[in-house]
């Protein structure tokens, strides 16, 4: 079992809908929880960050998490074709050092 | 400059070269990663400097693989005797916090690296 779980997608929705990205976890210990947006040929850009149960809201992202069930997801309202990339889940154990990545989810917002 | 910059952008080498991939932080960022991407992939950690100190070295794949930040600062990821399987971006990341803490990682473009 990989340690950041993601379907790999793609994930296509109209414009204007919301789309949600799904990831899980399977190390208890983690305390950080992030997501990064990754443009073709690009580097990943920081979106979110989550440390703590319940939702977080910044403009049209909204991420969840809940820790007693290993999960956190990111929601963007108003999809727009600009938000068409791969959006990769990461977390990191309280503590360390490292970030750990999931494979990332493809989405595509259709016009 | 203002991000994180890294060079070469494109690296073709034949099976069994050396290759240096340099990479130079947001000035002041304590904390240096080395992630490698493969194609389809999310980026797989390599390594971590705290300064010039190598704190972590456990995604090194092989003995192949060094990393070094002299001086705090600039880091250079060498590949001793690539191999095909070594082909993948490389991904360098600095944060202004060590790594025990919170805080944003900033991305360079990445080193893409084909081995013919």
């Known amino acids: 079992q990989k340690e950041v779980e993601q379907n790999s997608g793609p994930l296509s929705v109209p414009e204007g809908a919301i789309a949600s990205l799904n990831c899980t976890y399977s190390d208890r210990v983690s305390q950080s929880f992030f997501w990064y947006r990754q443009y073709s040929g690009k580097s990943p850009e920081l979106i979110m960050s989550?440390?703590?149960?319940g939702d977080k809201e910044d403009g049209r992202f909204t991420a969840q998490l809940n820790k007693a069930s290993q999960y956190v997801s990111l929601l963007i309202r108003d999809s727009q074709p600009s938000d068409s990339a791969t959006y990769l889940c990461?977390?990191?154990?309280?503590?360390?050092?490292?970030?750990?990545f999931g494979t990332g989810t493809q989405l595509k917002v259709e016009l | 400059g203002a991000g994180v910059s890294q060079s070469p952008r494109y690296k073709v080498a034949k099976r069994g070269q050396d290759v240096a991939l340099r990479c130079d932080p947001i000035s002041g960022h304590v904390s240096l990663f080395w992630y490698q991407q493969a194609l389809g992939q999310g980026p797989e950690f390599l390594t971590y400097f705290q300064n010039e100190a190598q704190l972590d070295k456990s995604g090194l794949p092989s003995d192949r693989f060094f990393a070094e930040r002299p001086e705090g600062s600039v880091s250079t990821l060498k590949i001793q005797r690539t191999q095909q399987e070594d082909s993948a971006v490389y991904l360098c990341?600095?944060?202004?916090?060590?790594?025990?803490?919170?805080?944003?990682?900033?991305f360079g473009e990445g080193s893409r690296l084909t081995v013919l």
């Open positions: 989550i440390y703590s149960n």
């Open positions: 990461a977390v990191k154990a309280g503590g360390g050092n490292k970030l750990t």
């Open positions: 990341a600095s944060s202004l916090f060590e790594a025990g803490e919170a805080g944003e990682l900033f």
